[in-house]
């Protein structure tokens, strides 16, 4: 940890010497792996490192992810102590079953444990929870959002479950050891959750995302609207507003690259007009402003899925329906012809 610590703090200087303004830093956001379990000691003079080179704004949003059975007193005090003021926790369900399932190194009681524990400092807290998971019912499911509701949180991330290639979860399903709720099923349990949760005070800012008045995402919402941000460590990407840029992915030859003071980058795509006009089509139908009509160069389509339901006008601009939220992606291959 100590070694990628310092090659970490040695990226940051370079890029701090380097860089051709300062602008205040809006946001924070500590995520990947886990980072909830870097070490107190390591973590404030990483902070330190960042307010030493950067200009922080007063009122920036810094976010830490933390995952349930990784915190101690000592981790809470050292978040307070940098001016952590938003915690992101990787819930996902609370039936112990699944969770193993998942290979997640967690349990419910740990989850309910880590609430307890940090909401008495922390404010701003979301969680994410995974719908779709095979081994949760509907009925769970309903049951475990009215249980959330009732938790010291302000925001709430629900996502699809995602099977990907060559993980337990894909190998289960392939040998039909797994099956997976009907589509209908969850089409129907996404609308429940939207209204569920608008119920309680949690205003739907974006196709995944639910937040209390005052508490969405700043730093979330910078990628969907393509601000420039910058990422630091083994496969951090980064945004420059025209191309993307990855970090290696390898942390022996990230070190040995930061210690030989060497570039890190090793992904750069310079992204065409096409891309740009895909990328913005797809963040802006995940968000309930929608995209401008304008933007659109079939509108035939457009009308088509007007008449079907899941397209509805917004003054100059289409967004999606409740019932075209559930169907993103089908509604995005059509529009963009893919």
Known sequence: MERYHKALVTEIEQFARERTHNTPL????????TPSTYPPTLLLDMYGILKKNFIID??????????????????????RAVGINRLSIGVQAVNDRV?????????AAQVFGLLDKVAPFFDNISIDLILGLPGISATEWRALLETVVQWSIKHISIYFLTIHEDTPLYVKVQ??????PPDEEMVTLYEYTCDLLAQHGFEQYELSNFAKPGYASRHNSAYWDR????????????FDGAARFQNDKNIVRY???CERQEPVVKFCEQLTEKQIWLEQLMLSLRRPQGISVEMINNLATVERLIDNGYLEYHGT??????RGLAVENEILAQLAHI
Not at 58 to 79: H, K, M, R
Request: proline share 5%; aromatic share 4%; net charge positive.
């Open 58 to 79: 007063p009122q920036a949003e810094l976010a830490l992810e933390v995952n349930p059975g990784t915190v101690s007193d000592a981790t809470i005090a050292a978040w």
């Open 317 to 322: 601009h289409v967004r999606l329906t409740r």
């Open 255 to 257: 070190m040995e690259l």
């Open 227 to 238: 601000v420039p941000y910058k990422g630091f460590g083994i496969g951090a990407c980064s």
């Open 26 to 33: 809006k946001t924070i956001h500590m995520g990947g792996g």
């Open 175 to 180: 040998a039909n050891q797994i099956t997976l």
């Open 99 to 107: 969770l193993q399932s998942l290979n997640r190194h967690q349990t």
